[in-house]
């Protein structure tokens, strides 16, 4: 009779496990479905597209080949809106997650008012990308924005108010400056709830041990986000390489292409000059850089990571 009950006992914890290892791929299976149909098939079909000729009043759609590719690399406009990413991307990161860091360091220290410097702080990232462009719109306008009086202060011997938006050596950094602004709350806030995560027994113990406040940052509080400001790197290339709606509604990608991102170039291309197949061409192009450069930083999250296990 216990033989039996013991048997009873085992055959249901082993139903129960198979019920277990089941439960996570049943509850995986809605996020996999989701991907595939809304992500990856659009993106084979980006690449079959590829190696096709669709353009709108040419005649029906035929197999070219690698005709889409070799045009992209003669293309000029391409490797220029490569060199645009590039730099905005690089420029984006930096900024926003500089200024991210910073302001998590002053929202974690003791002040009054500081859950309500919080709450400003996070206005950019919830304000809709169509208001935060307008205010930079009035703020850089030529005839009348508050810029001018600031450039004047500063530059007294100017004669003529800057065109901002409309010069070809202050769009980009003022659309990084707009891009930055919108996103760095974002991070701040990530960076804030990692930094009150750390033990404050560690930076008691670097007190005792005489750590001046730079050498407490420096052993204590960046190993510690380290790991977060890599991820927090990740997704800020990801949104910055993918950034349209900032850019566009602000310059269009001008003047003289000079703000004219991968996405832009994609949008016009497919869009404006209903060139579809090297519109998706472009697109490919640009999802291999972004894949590239996320492997490159899962590469260093792991090797980061190592180290700090050692």
Not at 95 to 121: C, K
Not at 200 to 208: G, I, N, Q, S, T
Request: net charge positive; hydrophobic share 55%.
């Amino acid at each position: 009779m216990a033989i039996q009950a013991g048997t009873n006992v085992r055959a249901v914890k082993a139903e129960a496990h198979r019920r277990r290892d089941y439960l996570p791929y049943l509850l995986a299976l809605p996020i996999i479905l989701y991907e595939g149909v809304f992500i990856l098939i659009p993106i084979i079909q980006q690449i079959g597209s590829s190696f096709t000729s669709d353009v709108i009043g040419m005649g029906d759609v035929r197999w070219v080949g690698l005709a889409n590719y070799e045009r992209l690399w003669n293309d000029r406009y391409f490797w220029n809106s490569i060199r645009v990413t590039l730099g905005f991307m690089s420029a984006t990161v930096i900024v926003s997650v500089g200024l991210g860091l910073i302001a998590a360091l002053i929202m974690n220290q003791r002040f009054r008012g500081r859950s309500i410097v919080r709450t400003v702080m996070t206005l950019p990232w919830a304000f809709p990308e169509l208001p935060a462009v307008l205010v930079f719109y009035w703020i850089f306008n030529q005839n009348f924005g508050v810029a001018n009086v600031f450039a004047h202060a500063i530059m007294p011997w100017l004669e003529q108010n800057p065109r901002w938006l409309n010069d070809i050596n202050l769009a980009l950094p003022l659309v990084v400056l707009i891009a930055a602004w919108k996103a760095f709350p974002f991070y701040g806030l990530v960076t804030l709830s990692v930094l009150q995560s750390i033990p404050h027994e560690l930076y008691e113990a670097a007190r005792v041990d005489g750590a001046t406040p730079a050498q407490s940052f420096r052993y204590v509080t960046l190993p510690e986000i380290i790991p977060t400001l890599m991820l927090m790197g990740v997704l800020a290339c990801i949104f910055a390489f993918r950034q349209f709606v900032l850019i566009f509604l602000a310059t269009g990608g001008g003047p003289a292409r000079v703000t004219e991102t991968l996405v832009i170039s994609v949008y016009k291309t497919a869009f404006a000059s209903f060139d579809f197949s090297y519109g998706a061409t472009i697109g490919v192009a640009g999802f291999v850089i972004v894949f590239a450069i996320t492997v490159m930083f899962a590469y260093l999250q792991r090797r980061q990571a190592a180290e700090l296990a050692a």
